[in-house]
Nanobody
């Protein structure tokens, strides 16, 4: 069974930095896309950043130039480095893995989320 677990969330001051990590565990052959989504109170869940196995990236316009996504395929981990954080960045951040190849086939998975709070 595949599980995703986020870590690194917490409280950060506006203008500060925070690094999120996500580990995918289980009998995994490969993962096509790993990414980060976030959801603030009263708002819909939105894509923050995604990284395909081939190196293609996709960022939300609101985080371009401030956030960086990276992954370690050997460890099945994905990271999100967040710099120059703003109060609008406060949200629950979710790790996602799409096109996860296991002995059973392909499937998508989501982590339980981690809270990021930004103080001003």
């Amino acid at each position: 069974q595949v599980q995703l677990v986020e870590s690194g969330g917490g409280l950060v001051q506006a203008g500060g930095s925070l690094r999120l990590s996500c580990a995918a565990s289980g009998s995994i052959f490969s993962i096509n896309v790993m990414g980060w989504y976030r959801q603030a109170p009263g708002k819909q869940r939105e894509l923050v950043a995604a990284l395909a196995s081939g190196g293609y990236t996709n960022y939300a316009d609101s985080v371009k130039g401030r956030f960086t996504i990276s992954r370690d395929n050997a460890k099945n981990m994905v990271y999100l480095s967040m710099n120059s954080m703003k109060p609008d960045d406060a949200a629950v951040y979710y790790c996602a893995a799409f096109g996860v190849r296991t002995r059973s086939g392909y499937d998508d998975y989501w982590g339980p989320g981690t809270q990021v709070t930004v103080s001003s």
